[in-house]
């Protein structure tokens, strides 16, 4: 029990104070720099997203991204896509638009344009908003190991 209480004592007050070079371990990260690396570009990339709004939801992100792949589709491509309902679809797709579900200002990374043929379906479009997030996040991946 003596132990216990001396070995707890010795305990750093928080995490953030350093123990002694004498008493740490060798730590050997799980991951290689390579794999690092790539980490560090995502969450550098992924942080154009959280500048916008600290807690940018996952779905919002990937969300833009369909649209910037494969810009032009409706909810219902997008939806089958993402493995998602079309009412969460356009849910997201408002959210991250120029308005959200709410008529309140959205994120505007992104619009919807009504079919000239079809006027029930919108397509997606990229806004210049969304044009220069997108190419924050490339500048960002460029560093990541290939």
Do not use: W
Request: aromatic share 4%; glycine share 6%.
């Amino acid at each position: 029990m003596m132990n216990l209480v001396r070995e707890i004592e010795e305990v750093p007050a928080t995490l953030g104070e350093r123990m002694p070079s004498s008493q740490s371990s060798e730590f050997k990260p799980t991951l290689s720099e390579e794999e690092r690396a790539a980490a560090r570009a995502l969450r550098i990339a992924l942080q154009n997203f959280t500048a916008l709004r600290p807690t940018m939801p996952l779905q919002y992100v990937m969300t833009f991204l369909l649209v910037a792949e494969m810009e032009g589709k409706g909810v219902s491509e997008y939806a089958e896509i993402n493995g998602v309902s079309q009412t969460v679809m356009t849910r997201h797709l408002l959210d991250i638009g120029d308005r959200n579900r709410a008529r309140e200002e959205g994120f505007g990374l992104v619009t919807q344009e009504r079919d000239k043929m079809d006027l029930r379906r919108h397509h997606a479009r990229i806004t210049p908003r969304g044009k220069a997030i997108m190419h924050k996040v490339m500048q960002a991946l460029k560093f990541a190991p290939k």
